[in-house]
């Protein structure tokens, strides 16, 4: 049975994380030809990359994993709060969007370099109770040279029991100038869990994604379907948009038809009800 005991929840101002604010930390990272290969495979992309060969530029989001050993995850398999990330004293983590410009070129062999700062800690009160934003900051750059920047947002929430994540009606997805059809399924979940190093158990943890998070089925990570629509839009547009903002809006689960569709404008995924669960706009 999902938990259905609600934890005490302290008040959240923001001020208690104040000096949390402008931590940074940098992380190196080879764009290398067989993580490329293991990428590609999972896509069913049948590119090859030799050393020097431009890499799409929105890979870039599977590079860079959080390496934190065994004793540093916590009960949800995500690293433990409080090294960079703030003690944020609330069980649930999701991630709730980013803001993207790729400004350069990613070449295969390509020694990379990420810095990131903690850029704001925001408090809110949702439908699902207390949560709070964590807005942080990345810098990539090759040689010297910063090619992709990303601002990106996490969100903390309450233990509900029911998922938390996209309650209510929801937006109704509009008709769009193009499709295509992706049911995701659970080997997919865990290639892509696998090729970004993310512990995360509500991504293949069927037992624990239930009974305790509450969900019906294993959650498709945020990031799998921006990746997936970002490559459809690019098949639609002859490339993706070198600016990109993404919000997550509800759940997909393993298993349940996902609409990709778009315009010249944006690009969004909807669920097999028709209703939004990720949203992107172009520019």
Known sequence: ????????????????????????????????????????????????????????????????????????????????????????????????GRRVALLGTLRAGDAAVKRSAIAAITPKQGRSGAMVFVTLRHEIAVRGEVVITEEQDVVYREATGSGGAGGGEGEAAPAGDWHEA??????????????????????????????????????????????????????ALGGVPARYAARNMRPLFAGSAVTLAGDAEGAWAADAAGKVAVRVSFG
């Open 1 to 96: 049975m999902p938990e259905l005991t609600p934890e005490l929840t302290p008040e959240l101002t923001g001020d208690e994380f104040a000096a949390w604010i402008g931590r940074s930390r940098e992380a190196e990272d080879e764009i290398t030809r067989p993580a490329l290969a293991r990428i590609a495979a999972m896509l069913g992309d049948p590119r090859r990359f030799a050393p020097g060969d431009a890499v799409p530029a929105h890979w870039y989001a599977m590079f860079f994993p959080e390496l934190a050993p065994p004793s540093g995850l916590g009960p949800d398999g995500h690293p433990a709060k409080g090294e960079f990330l703030p003690p944020v004293p609330l069980p649930r983590r999701m991630f709730a």
């Open 182 to 235: 992706f049911v995701p399924d659970p080997v997919l979940l865990f290639r892509y869990s696998a090729i970004t190093f993310n512990g995360h158990r509500i991504h293949y943890d069927a037992d624990y994604v239930r009974n305790v998070e509450g969900y019906p089925g294993l959650v498709v990570n945020g990031g799998l379907t921006l990746l997936m629509l970002l490559e459809a839009a690019g098949r």
